[in-house]
């Protein structure tokens, strides 16, 4: 799952906006800001990770108000958000060089817009991987870990914690369950067994007789009500 954030002053804009984006990706978490106080207070006290930002220039009704700017120049100064996509909604093409520039923002879209413009940036963005569908997670020690879900191999339950597993690490965390995480994972995660969640594109082998597959020379087994389906996604 994706975490978006979108500013836009316009409440008809702001309410379209969020209906295209949950309409197109209904797994993903929007949330909405119609002021640049708004949107810092969220960026302070949400407890989301915003993979990608929308962001509306004029934030106000004054013709000679750049909020929008200031606001993404605020998002740069957050660590976690250096290097995070953003994407300006503006009536105004002829300052985005600027804007392109100085905030190193992925792209613009110039008002009016369609909902169609909208999906075709996004789709661009997780095609190239520029949008990663990523997680904040605090592990045992009470680190926070910022992890892309594409990362992650397999899942484990296990008593009160919720293992994923990486091609280089794994991360035990408390903050979610097996049954949490999955409304966060894409279709290529699947319950193999009431314990794992594997990503189908990370699978080496299956033996259907033995009932297992093979995920970076782990074999995970494969539970009897689950069976069936795995069967006839993988054949």
């Known amino acids: 799952m994706s975490d978006i954030l979108i500013v836009e002053d316009d409440k008809i804009q702001c309410s379209t906006l969020k209906q295209t984006l949950c309409k197109a990706y209904p797994n993903w978490n929007i949330d909405t800001a119609r002021s640049f106080e708004e949107a810092t207070f969220l960026l302070m006290h949400s407890k989301q990770s915003y ?12 013709t000679n108000d750049r909020s929008g700017f200031q606001l993404a120049e605020q998002i740069r100064a957050m660590k976690p958000y250096y290097t995070t996509p953003i994407l300006f909604l503006t009536s105004i093409s002829e300052e985005m060089g ?21 999906i075709t940036q996004i789709k661009h963005m997780l095609f190239t991987g520029i949008l990663q569908n990523s997680i904040v997670l605090k592990d045992t020690m009470h680190i926070h870990h910022k992890v ?4 992650v191999l397999y899942l484990e339950g ?23 995480m999955s409304s966060f994972l894409s279709s290529q995660f699947i319950q193999c067994h009431r314990r794992y969640i594997i990503n189908s594109d990370y699978i080496e082998n299956y033996d259907f007789t033995n009932n297992y597959v093979q995920i970076n020379n782990h074999s995970i087994p494969i539970g009897r009500t689950y069976r069936n389906n795995l069967k006839n996604i993988l054949l």
Not at 98 to 116: D, Q, R
């Open 51 to 62: 993979s990608l930002f929308l962001l509306d220039i004029q934030l106000s009704e004054n």
């Open 98 to 118: 600027y804007g392109l520039s100085e905030y190193h923002c992925y792209n613009y879209i110039t008002k009016p817009y369609s909902a169609t413009d909208i």
């Open 148 to 151: 892309n879900l594409s990362d």
């Open 158 to 180: 296990k008593s009160r914690l919720l293992v994923l597993y990486t091609n280089v690490d794994k991360l035990e965390t408390k903050d979610y369950t097996l049954t949490t």
